[in-house]
Nanobody, 125 residues
């Protein structure tokens, strides 16, 4: 069993930055590929970024590419999402998710084994 706890969300002005963290409890964190997803108000949960278990591979949605960076520290059981040049359209609840996989996890909300409870990010114009 893995529990994921996100933090780092908040209110930021357009153009600003935030860094989200997701801490995993339990063992074998380094065996999980990790993903970040977001759910804007009234919309479906959508993929943002993913990282392989050894951080050798990353993948981004086109909407965040060049502005968001996913990283992980397996010694700290933590995955991060650095978000720069934030726009009001980035307002959403952000979730991290874990999938037991050797390669990079999928860019779809289906198939992940564990989810966090989410952290709210609000970008004001």
């Amino acid at each position: 069993q893995v529990q994921l706890v996100e933090s780092g969300g908040g209110l930021v002005q357009a153009g600003g930055s935030l860094r989200l963290s997701c801490v995993a409890s339990g063992r074998f964190f380094s065996n999980y590929g990790m993903g970040w997803f977001r759910q804007p108000p009234g919309k479906e949960r959508e993929f943002a970024a993913a990282i392989s278990r050894n951080a050798g591979s990353t993948y981004y949605a086109d909407s965040v590419k060049g502005r968001f960076t996913i990283s992980r520290d397996n010694a700290k059981n933590t995955v991060y999402l650095q978000m720069n040049s934030l726009e009001p359209e980035a307002t959403a609840v952000y979730y991290c998710a874990a999938k037991w996989i050797s390669g990079i996890p999928p860019a779809t909300k289906y198939g992940y084994d564990y989810w966090g409870q989410g952290t709210q990010v609000t970008v004001s114009s």
